[in-house]
């Protein structure tokens, strides 16, 4: 199954009608730098160690804000990440992980990708996107969802239930840069260790976001 990303609703449903669609995370567009630069660094283990608004001004960062949203034509349910390069090399690769929640803050077991029958509901999904960032600019892409009530006619996934999700936290475990340096987020497994299949408080669910990660590079230590 071709894992391409989703362009828009108009073209879900187009592909829809032929039996060919992705619920990959959708390029939607590139714009310039992002605001949660200037926003106040809420601690979160997705953070490595170390002072994130320092890293934040001398451009030593990325962030991201997710929120789930719906298509306007069809009302499906997606994930809407706005992801931002702080940094002042052009970034080639991600991969991050994402984890869901219900409106109760417990976790999710989600067939992430809905069109792939072999794929098995999982509390994480490992993704790995290959957009490219250059430094200042923020990339959107969004992550079709579920939903039993509002896809009529999708083959059924599990109970054939509404879209339960209302939450969701993603965290990069590496990035990749255009001139070959790879940095590791050393936070990745203690995040996955605290959130993957763990209930969390509602209101740790709500100010999530921004999320700011520091990023060292090479050229950066000392």
Not at 23 to 37: D, K, M, N, R, Y
Not at 114 to 128: A, F, H, V
Not at 150 to 175: E, F, Q, S
Request: net charge negative; with cysteine.
């Amino acid at each position: 199954m071709n894992r391409k990303r989703v362009i828009t609703a108009v073209v879900i449903f187009a592909l829809l009608c032929v039996g060919v669609i992705s619920c990959a995370p959708e390029a939607l567009v590139v714009t310039g730098g992002s605001s949660a630069a200037e926003t106040s660094c809420a601690a979160n283990p997705c953070e490595s160690t170390g002072d994130q608004k320092k890293a934040v001004d001398s451009g030593n960062s990325v962030s991201r804000i997710v929120e789930l949203r719906e298509y306007e034509d069809s009302g499906w349910p997606y994930l809407y990440d706005t992801y931002t390069n702080h940094t002042d090399k052009t970034i080639s690769s991600r991969q991050y992980c994402m984890l869901a929640y219900d409106k109760e803050g417990q976790p999710l077991k989600l067939q992430w990708y809905i069109m792939d029958s072999g794929d098995k509901p999982s509390y994480d999904c490992l993704y790995d996107d290959h957009d490219e960032i250059i430094p200042g600019a923020a990339a959107d892409s969004g992550w079709t969802l579920y939903d039993g009530e509002k896809m009529t006619g999708w083959p059924k996934i599990g109970d054939g239930g509404p879209n339960r999700v209302a939450y969701a936290l993603y965290c990069d475990r590496r990035i990749v840069f255009s001139d070959g340096e790879v940095w590791e987020n050393p936070g990745y497994e203690d995040w996955l260790e605290k959130y993957k299949g763990k209930s969390v408080p509602v209101e740790e669910l709500k100010n999530y976001y921004p999320s700011v990660l520091a990023v060292t590079l090479q050229d950066q230590d000392g």
